[in-house]
């Protein structure tokens, strides 16, 4: 059985938000890989693209994914 993929559908606020952080490079490196997940998961990107453009592993997509959808964007 394939893993539940979890929907990104950000709004124009989170998605500005999230620019603001990966183009102003303040943030911890964490926080920026998965903002750019956030972003490319929204703009329509299957799981193995983004893998492979950011170098991220798996479970880190899958994960970025579900706190998404189960809890929005966590904001310091």
Do not use: C, W
């Not at 606020?13 to 920026?32: C, F, H, M, P, V």
């Amino acid at each position: 059985m394939r893993p539940k993929q979890y929907r990104v559908k950000l709004t124009d606020g989170e998605r500005k938000y999230l620019s603001d952080l990966t183009n102003k490079g303040k943030a911890g490196a964490r926080q920026i890989k998965r903002a750019h997940i956030l972003l490319m998961a929204d703009a329509g990107k299957l799981d193995r693209e983004i893998i492979a453009t950011l170098g991220a592993g798996e479970s880190t997509v899958g994960r970025t994914r579900q706190r998404f959808a189960e809890g929005g964007i966590e904001r310091p």
